[in-house]
């Protein structure tokens, strides 16, 4: 691959202000000249133009208290946060052009290149068509077979745009949905790669696989084409691309649009591809994230290969009418487009991932809506959290070749297809678990896998088939779903082995054909089995996003470490950075904008209401990305960690788009084994704060919601590794969003090239035995919305309020991913009217330091007082695996486990000490040993007036119990068990 960026040397940074003005500063080690340039647009006015930028030299503790004020780039289009950008490719040093037959690869890649070399930071495209007319040739190594030995070989591959690590792609975009489908704004065109020979182009190769012992795997390598290669911790946001050669009548492959070749932290974000062959293709990676973005691909919309903890899709349609509807130039019709990709196309195609979170996923009109199923070249296959899935129109709504024992929860979808297709379908070679709870149906349901459970909870099947449920093989759970018509209900192959259903079918009746050989049918009709169904119509997101009311943008150059060296800042900063954030807010508010580059910050500052702090990033990023880093050795003061926070936010203040990184953790007599404890490192003070895109390279505690009434705070994408607190919510706060919180040891141990100065650690055995990473209190009304954390005490907490004495109240978690966890899900304090819903929860123990481990821990103590009988706990589509010592514990309370995987069970798997529990549409996959003695038993009770009931699962090596004080275990279960 071709090497951007030089240490000693940059040209061409430019800050840009909203009347056009700019001053271009070009600079090297041993001179500095400063040439301006200005002009007028309308009748706006100059408000400053004091500005000096630092380049990237090596070792270097630059800065000079000057400053600009300006305002963010106006952009005929409306964006979710003001833009701002020191790297505008229509600039002369630049010299991108939107002019017919203009090559602008140079240009951008100039652009892209200067950003790079500046620390990090936006590259921004104005409105309008950029054509795109060259190559560039890179090579990638690969560890290939000759014979039986092993070698590395270099494969060349063409590409277009490289985007280097900590560098963003950004343009002027306008939504098609809200603009009768039409393509607007910024529009890169790609007059490059038709009928390419290395569209899609593989090679056999040999890796060790680090989640499995290093084990020795065979794999296909992509040595593809593609348009823009993403490195780790990019993005490309807010723009279109179109292939204006492509012929609906003769379509011809090109090379994958987004190409993602490995690392952490690519985003695509508002992007509309028109009309790719190939849209976006991740393979071995971590931590992709396409939202809010739509295609049109002739072929394959998504791919993904190999991705770690985890890949999010999230509010992405894929459908052929955004190429027909988008008014641009040659553009076929509806019925052309729909033509080809119904005959052709694969919306979203994942082969191994581990916890990808997908929601609010649209296709239609495909062969194929979604696929899933193993690698190429071995067995490993994913499991995956679907959310709010709408398939409609296609052959195959979701087929699924094969999952991972941890399998796919599926809520709150739809899936549809045209006549004689299938809404879903199972391959031969599925054999584990996929569970659908509140999805409808429209086509058949149809399984020819080898074994497995796939379980239905408050579904509806409609079709106009034979059969809306055809199962060859394996088992069959059907809880409280509805067939919509009569009769044509469910068909049992020769080799299906159990079909349970509980108050399914047409008014009460449930029709089947059974040709088995010896399947168990049990049907169960009682309204003692009645339950309240999965909640609809969950918000997953702000209506608006957090920005500062005003445009204005103070930029700062203030001391700080620079380069790709691992030099850490000397100076502190933190009275200039706080008077900086005071002058904004004199200026009625805005965003003080820091600069690529390491910031030493020694005291707490406080962002002022209306007050936006804000570091080069638009997107999610990983530690070892660069960019703007705030290095701190605060710890509190005389106070110690009950001392101020080191950012403080006022009312309606943010911070978005940097890292944190606490250089003193494990030093000075600290360790890894024992890291230094310090306050939290950002407090909100007050209702509408803000955290975006923020990443914590190493600390002790993350963020504090919970000290002051933080209501409508919005927390997305706050990532990184913490030794004792994640973020901690409460004061009474109604209304706040907590998303994609991702927590991770790896952030610690993963650094930026040249290490820039951050210190490498790994807490994780720290983490397992000490932190709370996500603790809720007292709080209404809140979201929260596909966090995960790995390695944490306790993953996900709930207790009583510290401030208000109140308990937690009634909440929704979407999408929660516990792994490495010593107890996945606490409830430490509930009273009666605490109701803590869950939804597509993956919850996981490991072989921590705690003798004791359990996926659900509810009630600190058996019959303790701290959680009333009648709180509740109700988690509906779980997937529980790992190593637990008991499943779950259950010490007060009432607890629902509505369908769930216990890949493992424990021993026992549910023990019940002191509470209520009912356990529906569940598959409890670990065999038990023959002898039924102890604790190894599926329930467990422990003394009088509790109860169990267990209603509708299935059990792989059949219903064990252990009623040691005649308490009461009871459900259909036990029914059919005595029988």
């Given at each position: 691959?071709?090497?951007?960026?030089?240490?000693?040397?940059?040209?061409?940074?430019?800050?840009?202000?909203?009347?056009?003005?700019?001053?271009?500063?070009?600079?090297?080690?041993?001179?500095?000249?400063?040439?301006?340039?200005?002009?007028?647009?309308?009748?706006?006015?100059?408000?400053?133009?004091?500005?000096?930028?630092?380049?990237?030299?090596?070792?270097?503790?630059?800065?000079?208290?000057?400053?600009?004020?300006?305002?963010?780039?106006?952009?005929?289009?409306?964006?979710?946060?003001?833009?701002?950008?020191?790297?505008?490719?229509?600039?002369?040093?630049?010299?991108?052009?939107?002019?017919?037959?203009?090559?602008?690869?140079?240009?951008?890649?100039?652009?892209?290149?200067?950003?790079?070399?500046?620390?990090?930071?936006?590259?921004?495209?104005?409105?309008?068509?950029?054509?795109?007319?060259?190559?560039?040739?890179?090579?990638?190594?690969?560890?290939?077979?000759?014979?039986?030995?092993?070698?590395?070989?270099?494969?060349?591959?063409?590409?277009?745009l490289n985007i280097p690590s900590s560098v963003q792609l950004r343009g002027d975009w306008a939504d098609p949905e809200l603009n009768k489908g039409k393509v607007l704004g910024t529009i890169l065109e790609v007059r490059v790669g038709k009928n390419a020979p290395n569209y899609n182009g593989t090679v056999e190769s040999w890796w060790n696989d680090s989640q499995a012992g290093n084990a020795l795997r065979t794999t296909y390598t992509s040595i593809a084409d593609r348009f823009i290669d993403m490195n780790s911790g990019t993005g490309v946001t807010n723009l279109s691309i179109w292939y204006p050669e492509q012929d609906?009548?003769?379509?011809?492959?090109?090379?994958?649009?987004?190409?993602?070749?490995?690392?952490?932290?690519?985003?695509?974000?508002?992007?509309?591809?028109?009309?790719?062959?190939?849209?976006?293709?991740?393979?071995?990676?971590?931590?992709?994230?396409?939202?809010?973005?739509?295609?049109?691909?002739?072929?394959?919309?998504?791919?993904?290969?190999?991705?770690?903890?985890?890949?999010?899709?999230?509010?992405?349609?894929?459908?052929?009418?955004?190429?027909?509807?988008?008014?641009?130039?040659?553009?076929?019709?509806?019925?052309?487009?729909?033509?080809?990709?119904?005959?052709?196309?694969?919306?979203?195609?994942?082969?191994?991932?581990?916890?990808?979170?997908?929601?609010?996923?649209?296709?239609?009109?495909?062969?194929?809506?979604?696929?899933?199923?193993?690698?190429?070249?071995?067995?490993?296959?994913?499991?995956?959290?679907?959310?709010?899935?709408?398939?409609?129109?296609?052959?195959?709504?979701?087929?699924?070749?094969?999952?991972?024992?941890?399998?796919?929860?599926?809520?709150?979808?739809?899936?549809?297809?045209?006549?004689?297709?299938?809404?879903?379908?199972?391959?031969?070679?599925?054999?584990?678990?996929?569970?659908?709870?509140?999805?409808?149906?429209?086509?058949?349901?149809?399984?020819?896998?080898?074994?497995?459970?796939?379980?239905?909870?408050?579904?509806?099947?409609?079709?106009?088939?034979?059969?809306?449920?055809?199962?060859?093989?394996?088992?069959?759970?059907?809880?409280?779903?509805?067939?919509?018509?009569?009769?044509?209900?469910?068909?049992?192959?020769?080799?299906?082995?159990?079909?349970?259903?509980?108050?399914?079918?047409?008014?009460?009746?449930?029709?089947?054909?059974?040709?088995?050989?010896?399947?168990?049918?049990?049907?169960?009709?009682?309204?003692?089995?009645?339950?309240?169904?999965?909640?609809?119509?969950?918000?997953?997101?702000?209506?608006?996003?957090?920005?500062?009311?005003?445009?204005?943008?103070?930029?700062?150059?203030?001391?700080?470490?620079?380069?790709?060296?691992?030099?850490?800042?000397?100076?502190?900063?933190?009275?200039?950075?706080?008077?900086?954030?005071?002058?904004?807010?004199?200026?009625?508010?805005?965003?003080?904008?820091?600069?690529?580059?390491?910031?030493?910050?020694?005291?707490?500052?406080?962002?002022?209401?209306?007050?936006?702090?804000?570091?080069?990033?638009?997107?999610?990023?990983?530690?070892?990305?660069?960019?703007?880093?705030?290095?701190?050795?605060?710890?509190?003061?005389?106070?110690?960690?009950?001392?101020?926070?080191?950012?403080?936010?006022?009312?309606?203040?943010?911070?978005?788009?940097?890292?944190?990184?606490?250089?003193?953790?494990?030093?000075?007599?600290?360790?890894?084994?024992?890291?230094?404890?310090?306050?939290?490192?950002?407090?909100?003070?007050?209702?509408?704060?803000?955290?975006?895109?923020?990443?914590?390279?190493?600390?002790?505690?993350?963020?504090?919601?919970?000290?002051?009434?933080?209501?409508?705070?919005?927390?997305?994408?706050?990532?990184?590794?913490?030794?004792?607190?994640?973020?901690?919510?409460?004061?009474?706060?109604?209304?706040?969003?907590?998303?994609?919180?991702?927590?991770?040891?790896?952030?610690?141990?993963?650094?930026?090239?040249?290490?820039?100065?951050?210190?490498?650690i790994s807490l994780t055995r720290f983490v397992q035995s000490n932190c709370s990473a996500l603790k809720f209190a007292d709080i209404k009304n809140q979201t929260i919305f596909n966090n995960f954390v790995y390695g944490s005490f306790y993953g996900i907490h709930f207790l009583k309020d510290a401030i208000t004495g109140r308990n937690p109240g009634e909440m929704t978690v979407i999408g929660h991913g516990s792994d490495g966890c010593s107890y996945s899900l606490f409830v430490e304090d509930a009273d009666k009217n605490t109701k803590l819903i869950a939804i597509n929860s993956e919850l996981v123990n490991t072989r921590?330091?705690?003798?004791?481990?359990?996926?659900?821990?509810?009630?600190?103590?058996?019959?303790?007082?701290?959680?009333?009988?009648?709180?509740?706990?109700?988690?509906?589509?779980?997937?529980?695996?790992?190593?637990?010592?008991?499943?779950?514990?259950?010490?007060?309370?009432?607890?629902?486990?509505?369908?769930?995987?216990?890949?493992?069970?424990?021993?026992?798997?549910?023990?019940?000490?002191?509470?209520?529990?009912?356990?529906?549409?569940?598959?409890?996959?670990?065999?038990?040993?023959?002898?039924?003695?102890?604790?190894?038993?599926?329930?467990?009770?422990?003394?009088?007036?509790?109860?169990?009931?267990?209603?509708?699962?299935?059990?792989?090596?059949?219903?064990?119990?252990?009623?040691?004080?005649?308490?009461?275990?009871?459900?259909?279960?036990?029914?059919?068990?005595?029988?």
């Open positions: 691959m071709e090497q951007h960026g030089n240490s000693n040397n940059v040209t061409g940074t430019e800050g840009h202000f909203k009347n056009g003005s700019s001053l271009t500063c070009h600079m090297n080690r041993e001179n500095l000249s400063i040439t301006k340039t200005a002009s007028k647009l309308g009748n706006m006015a100059m408000i400053a133009i004091i500005v000096l930028f630092i380049a990237n030299t090596a070792h270097a503790q630059v800065g000079i208290e000057q400053q600009a004020d300006q305002q963010s780039i106006k952009t005929i289009y409306p964006t979710k946060d003001w833009v701002i950008s020191d790297f505008v490719v229509t600039d002369p040093e630049f010299g991108a052009k939107a002019e017919p037959g203009f090559d602008n690869r140079s240009a951008f890649q100039a652009a892209i290149d200067a950003a790079y070399n500046n620390g990090g930071g936006v590259v921004y495209v104005p409105t309008g068509n950029y054509e795109f007319r060259s190559t560039q040739t890179a090579t990638r190594n690969v560890r290939v077979r000759q014979g039986a030995e092993q070698v590395m070989k270099d494969f060349n591959y063409q590409y277009v609906i009548n003769d379509v011809k492959p090109y090379p994958w649009t987004l190409f993602q070749p490995d690392g952490d932290c690519v985003t695509i974000e508002n992007v509309t591809l028109v009309n790719s062959y190939n849209g976006f293709y991740s393979a071995p990676s971590e931590l992709h994230y396409v939202l809010n973005s739509y295609i049109t691909a002739l072929n394959t919309g998504i791919e993904v290969h190999v991705c770690t903890d985890i890949g999010r899709i999230e509010h992405v349609k894929i459908d052929p009418k955004y190429w027909a509807n988008s008014g641009l130039p040659g553009s076929p019709s509806l019925a052309k487009v729909a033509g080809y990709t119904k005959a052709n196309g694969t919306g979203f195609n994942m082969h191994r991932s581990d916890w990808e979170y997908v929601s609010n996923l649209y296709v239609s009109d495909y062969k194929t809506g979604m696929w899933v199923g193993r690698e190429p070249g071995y067995s490993d296959t994913p499991n995956a959290q679907f959310y709010e899935i709408h398939i409609k129109n296609c052959e195959t709504g979701i087929y699924v070749q094969a999952v991972n024992p941890y399998g796919l929860l599926i809520s709150n979808s739809t899936f549809g297809t045209e006549k004689d297709g299938k809404a879903v379908y199972f391959d031969n070679d599925f054999k584990t678990s996929v569970q659908f709870n509140g999805v409808d149906f429209t086509g058949p349901v149809v399984s020819d896998g080898s074994d497995g459970v796939i379980s239905f909870e408050s579904c509806t099947f409609s079709n106009d088939s034979e059969y809306a449920l055809k199962v060859n093989n394996g088992n069959v759970l059907l809880t409280q779903s509805e067939f919509k018509k009569p009769a044509g209900h469910v068909f049992l192959g020769s080799d299906v082995n159990t079909l349970k259903s509980v108050n399914s079918g047409y008014s009460g009746k449930l029709e089947i054909k059974n040709d088995s050989k010896s399947a168990k049918v049990e049907i169960n009709n009682s309204k003692e089995y009645l339950f309240d169904p999965i909640p609809k119509n969950v918000v997953t997101d702000i209506k608006v996003h957090p920005k500062p009311a005003s445009n204005n943008v103070l930029k700062v150059d203030l001391p700080r470490a620079t380069g790709f060296n691992d030099d850490q800042p000397t100076a502190d900063v933190s009275a200039q950075l706080q008077k900086a954030l005071n002058e904004v807010k004199a200026l009625g508010g805005g965003t003080l904008y820091l600069p690529g580059g390491r910031y030493l910050v020694n005291n707490p500052i406080k962002i002022p209401s209306g007050v936006e702090l804000r570091g080069t990033w638009d997107v999610q990023h990983h530690t070892q990305s660069g960019g703007v880093g705030i290095f701190t050795t605060y710890t509190g003061g005389a106070t110690g960690e009950k001392g101020p926070s080191l950012i403080q936010l006022e009312a309606s203040a943010g911070i978005s788009g940097l890292t944190i990184s606490q250089l003193n953790i494990a030093s000075d007599g600290y360790s890894a084994e024992n890291p230094r404890p310090t306050p939290f490192l950002i407090q909100g003070q007050g209702p509408d704060v803000y955290i975006v895109n923020v990443t914590v390279g190493g600390g002790d505690k993350g963020i504090d919601l919970a000290s002051y009434n933080t209501s409508r705070h919005y927390v997305d994408y706050f990532a990184g590794v913490l030794a004792r607190a994640g973020i901690w919510v409460g004061g009474g706060a109604e209304g706040g969003f907590i998303r994609n919180m991702q927590l991770n040891p790896h952030y610690g141990s993963r650094l930026p090239q040249g290490g820039q100065g951050y210190p490498k921590t330091a705690e003798p004791v481990r359990s996926y659900v821990l509810m009630g600190g103590e058996a019959n303790t007082s701290k959680v009333h009988p009648d709180a509740q706990l109700i988690l509906y589509n779980s997937a529980f695996w790992g190593s637990p010592t008991i499943g779950a514990i259950i010490n007060s309370g009432t607890v629902r486990f509505q369908q769930a995987n216990f890949q493992r069970s424990g021993a026992p798997a549910i023990d019940n000490r002191g509470g209520k529990t009912h356990v529906y549409s569940s598959y409890f996959a670990q065999r038990m040993p023959e002898e039924a003695n102890g604790d190894n038993v599926h329930a467990k009770l422990h003394t009088t007036n509790v109860s169990t009931e267990l209603t509708n699962n299935y059990y792989i090596s059949g219903f064990r119990e252990n009623n040691t004080k005649s308490g009461e275990i009871y459900g259909s279960d036990i029914v059919s068990d005595k029988k």
